[in-house]
């Protein structure tokens, strides 16, 4: 068994080339080793800012031999009389075997002859010469260079190839015109510590022989000693460092060879804002900031740097960069003095400067529909603060237009909330005007306050309608207005809140007030704006309780049957209670109580679609003729379901429900299935009839919690 390992050598690379060209790699490099027969036992993926690198361990020597059969050309075409034609001599010689041992077979679409001929397998070597200039070339991502007099695409120039078969360099070239680079054993160190090149004796000897040249090639094995030494040095200094693990994985893909160096900074900056501070470092700088406790904002004046210099010389590195800090800080300091020498509310007319799309108008023009969309929402929440919900609608994107914001785009919404305050605006305008933004992405915290929560959702749906209005939809992976992300914040909001909201109704309600003003630029009818975005809301839905709530596909068509627009409204009309209901269904199928009713309830409901009875019809002796009853189980189905009908006083006792159904299940089965069961589908039509109101009326109780005809055995 043979060890492989390729290096490409590089300048620096963009530090999200490091994982995405890594990434790249696990998919495609296991698969074609597979399928060229020569199965690996181990791969493993290393990366540095100059280098990405792959070690292959466990290879087969050569590939196997192989029996290969070709289907050649028709029986007809290749024998005549019993003797071969030219069609067959042909194929006998371009398929290397001898012409008597050509075989004939049936096969669908007639008799064929066919060649059986070994296929000597390729040496290990010839088969990666073929494969491994095609893994470096067909590498892909953003802003890819071509340098010197060739062709040759990549991040950042390769300026050294190893590739060495166990001890033996494995002959490649990448061409690029003049500057084609050729592979040997030959790496290099880390470009402080340990510059200029070194050999590598065997393949196996990478890892060890890179950090003996100060390279830490295994980028988790880098992180981690990252995450630790700044979480050391912050310990000194009695704070705790803020390690994001954005900005974690960034600087681990920025050096070699890291060093954590404590830096300061004056204290008196300390009087920004920390969200301020904190983005000063970790955007521009790629800090980590250090807090007075883990569990409050309250910053020291001391920040780390990773460095990838000399560690002799980290005093210095400290002092450069405390420099810098300071001179960022100090024009945040000018920006935020600026902002609070007047009231945010003034910021308000330099809005209208700001385009949000060039056919719906300036930011301006949105917060208008913003307070539009928030009272229509208010008015569906009896304990909503209208006023104050006006208020942080008006101002939520006024510091959008502050120098702070326009510095750092980030900052939206903190800085608002920030300047609310020093304005004199009420605490809950000031939170509402930072919540509205939340979740800024996935995994974020959701808003707290009702104010903040119903003007988050009041701006979403405006960009919701106005964008679709102009018939822009998201289409596969092009959302360039994260449609879907503020569609999934939408519904996330109302779940996590329970919010009495009525989706469908504020669907309709502000798709048309957004036609009557913007008739002249829609792309769609209203009538298609609104089917669109329920559609767009129901797949959202579906998306969330599969994914984020774990619900099984099957129980989730349960609750929302795309097909039946009856249960399509009821799930806007009330998103919390189709989640709800899903998560249920999840409950019953784990503890068992849905396989005892599953089968019984799902066949009838199924049965029941035979008939005409409507689905809202739950009054049994409505529909239902005792008189026309033949066997004794339709009685019993009868009485069981005026007991069931009784029983439920309102639609959403689901739990009283669920135990109504076990109870007449028994009945159901012998109904089917009993000594004194009975034809449904009878002869006679008014039997018939009867019978499937029997069904159909068992079938509408239970589509207050679901549609069991879409349950599937066994999920």
């Known amino acids: 068994m043979a060890t492989f390992l390729l290096e490409v050598g590089t300048e620096e690379l963009p530090a999200d080339f490091v994982d995405t060209g890594l990434a790249q790699w696990r998919s495609r490099i296991p698969a074609e080793l597979e399928a060229a027969n020569l199965p690996p036992t181990s791969i493993e993926y290393y990366g540095t800012p100059r280098r990405l690198a792959v070690l292959i361990k466990g290879l087969p020597e050569r590939q196997p031999d192989q029996v290969e059969e070709v289907k050649g050309p028709p029986a007809q075409a290749a024998f005549k009389d019993g003797k071969p034609t030219k069609a067959a001599e042909g194929f006998a010689q371009k398929q290397g075997v001898d012409l008597s041992s050509l075989e004939i077979r049936s096969t669908e679409k007639g008799d064929f002859v066919f060649a059986r001929k070994q296929v000597i397998g390729r040496s290990l070597a010839e088969v990666l010469q073929s494969l491994v200039p095609e893994w470096v070339t067909g590498l892909e991502g953003r802003r890819f260079m071509r340098w010197a007099d060739g062709e040759l695409r990549f991040p950042r120039p390769i300026r050294w190839l190893v590739a060495l078969l166990d001890d033996q360099v494995l002959p490649l070239e990448l061409v690029n015109a003049s500057q084609s680079v050729v592979s040997d054993r030959y790496s290099i160190g880390h470009r402080v510590l340990h510059p200029g090149s070194f050999a590598i004796a065997h393949a196996d000897d990478y ?38 693990p954005g900005l974690l994985r960034e600087v681990t893909n920025l050096v070699e060879w890291s060093t954590a160096v404590v830096g300061k900074f ?93 056919d719906l108008g300036s930011v301006r023009a949105k917060v208008d529909r913003i307070q539009q969309v928030a009272a229509q929402i208010t008015a569906q929440i009896p304990a909503a603060d209208t006023a104050t919900i006006q208020r942080a609608a008006l101002l939520c994107k006024a510091d959008l237009v502050t120098q702070m914001v326009g510095e750092f785009p980030e900052l939206q ?200 009875l409507g ?66 589908m009878d002869e006679d039509l008014k039997v018939r009839e009867n019978r499937l109101n029997l069904l159909g009326v068992l079938r509408n109780h239970t589509r207050l919690l679901a549609d069991f005809s879409a349950v599937v055995k066994g999920e």
């Open 207 to 244: 890892v060890s022989t890179l950090r003996a040249a100060f390279v830490e090639v295994d980028p988790d094995q880098r992180q981690a000693r990252i995450e630790v030494a700044a979480k050391a040095a912050a310990k000194e200094i009695g704070g705790v460092a803020v390690i994001s």
């Open 266 to 358: 004056d204290p008196e900056f300390l009087e920004l804002p920390p969200e301020v501070i904190t983005t000063e470092m970790e955007s521009h700088q790629r800090y980590f900031p250090i807090q007075k406790q883990a569990d409050s904002p309250e910053l020291l004046p001391y920040f780390i740097t990773i460095s990838n210099g000399d560690p002799a010389k980290s005093a210095l590195i400290a002092e450069g960069n405390g420099r810098v800090i300071r001179a960022r800080l100090s024009d945040g300091k000018f920006f935020y003095d600026a902002d609070r020498a007047q009231p945010l509310e003034s910021y308000l007319d330099k809005l209208e400067t700001v385009t949000f799309q060039a």
């Open 413 to 612: 919404g903190i800085m608002g909330e920030k300047y609310a305050i020093t304005s004199g605006e009420p605490k809950a305008v000031a939170i509402a005007i930072a919540e509205h933004y939340l979740p800024r992405g996935a995994g974020d915290r959701l808003p707290v306050t009702l104010v903040g929560q119903v003007v988050g959702i009041a701006d979403r749906l405006d960009t919701l309608i106005s964008i679709f209005g102009l018939g822009m939809l998201p289409t596969g992976s092009s959302d360039p207005f994260a449609l879907r992300r503020a569609a999934n914040a939408i519904v996330s909001i109302i779940w996590a809140n329970q919010l009495p909201l009525n989706l469908y109704a504020l669907i309709e309600q502000t798709t048309t007030d957004f036609a009557q003003q913007f008739a002249s630029v829609m792309k769609l009818s209203l009538a298609e704006l609104q089917q669109h975005l329920r559609d767009f809301f129901l797949t959202r839905i579906r998306t969330l309780l599969l994914e984020d709530e774990n619900v099984d596909y099957d129980l989730v068509n349960a609750v929302l049957d795309e097909g039946d627009s009856e249960y399509t409204q009821r799930a806007l009309e009330d998103v919390c209670d189709v989640r709800d209901r899903a998560l249920y269904l999840q409950s019953l199928r784990q503890d068992g109580t849905l396989e005892k009713i599953y089968e019984t309830i799902n066949r009838a409901s199924r049965l029941a679609k035979q008939g005409q």
């Open 615 to 680: 689905t809202d019809q739950l009054e049994p002796a409505a529909v239902i003729q005792p008189s026309l009853f033949q066997k004794p189980s339709e009685q019993a189905f009868f009485d069981a379901l005026q007991q069931l009908h009784s029983e439920m006083k309102g639609e959403k006792e689901y739990q009283k429900l669920v135990k109504a159904l076990e109870e007449i299940t028994p009945t159901v089965s012998r109904f089917f299935d009993g000594a004194d069961s009975v034809m449904v």
